[in-house]
């Protein structure tokens, strides 16, 4: 059977610094402090490394929050990755609802759209599935994304694939950007971000970098 036609196979179906955008919903302390299905520091770390992973490769990536007035300023390492951008604040839950978000997808002239928020099953659900109906690609980027339970969540991750969404978590985008180590351009960004984000990952890279640093014994 061919995939000729399938957008989610083949070498096109993977993101590349020039055919997709970022968009970072609602990581704001009310939704923080609702989240139940993951650890929260590690949503954090995760979103942060997320957002920087964009960063490195100049994916357009915009922050958007919902009545900060109320629900709080962005959280503070993520808005420290982009220190000058001013998010987008809506009344809409739906992120897909308001204009100057799509006008700001429509401008970019790309069709796959990275998305990760809090809460997965409301800030995140509503966007993708409108989203998908209007023609775009999305990626959902769940382990950046949290909901109010761990049932919330996986819910929402099921119902958003059945419409067509791809589930990705938040490494899968920085590799799939970088794809080549022997892009050195970018490549030692990417590792210091593992470092700082990638867990054990990071631990076993610096780890892996000392021992190539220290001399042979003899």
């Known amino acids: 059977?061919?995939?000729?036609?399938?957008?989610?196979?083949g070498l096109g179906a993977l993101l590349t610094p020039d055919n997709c955008v970022l968009i970072l919903i609602d990581h704001q302390p009310f939704q923080v402090a609702g989240l139940r299905s993951h650890d929260t520091q590690t949503v954090i770390s995760n979103v942060v490394g997320l957002a920087k992973s964009a960063k490195i490769f100049g994916v357009p990536t915009l922050l958007t929050t919902v009545l900060e007035r109320q629900g709080g300023y962005l959280i503070k390492p993520l808005q420290d990755v982009f220190p000058k951008q001013k998010p987008i604040d809506r009344t809409f839950i739906n992120t897909w609802e308001d204009a100057r978000v799509v006008d700001w997808v429509r401008k970019s002239g790309r069709k796959k759209i990275v998305m990760a928020a809090l809460w997965t099953e409301i800030c995140l659900a509503m966007p993708t599935i409108q989203a998908l109906g209007e023609g775009y690609e999305v990626y959902i980027v769940t382990d950046a994304s949290g909901g109010v339970s761990l049932e919330a969540h996986e819910m929402a991750i099921q119902r958003m694939v059945q419409a067509g969404a791809v589930p990705i978590t938040w490494m899968v985008l920085a590799s799939e950007l970088q794809?080549?180590?022997a892009r050195t351009g970018t490549a030692p960004a990417l590792a210091e971000m593992l470092v700082e984000h990638a867990g054990v990952v990071g631990t076993s890279y610096t780890?892996?970098?000392?021992?190539?640093?220290?001399?042979?014994a003899g």
Do not use: V
């Open 179 to 181: 794809r080549d180590w």
């Open 207 to 216: 780890w892996e970098q000392q021992l190539l640093a220290t001399p042979p």
């Open 1 to 9: 059977m061919s995939n000729q036609h399938n957008s989610k196979a």
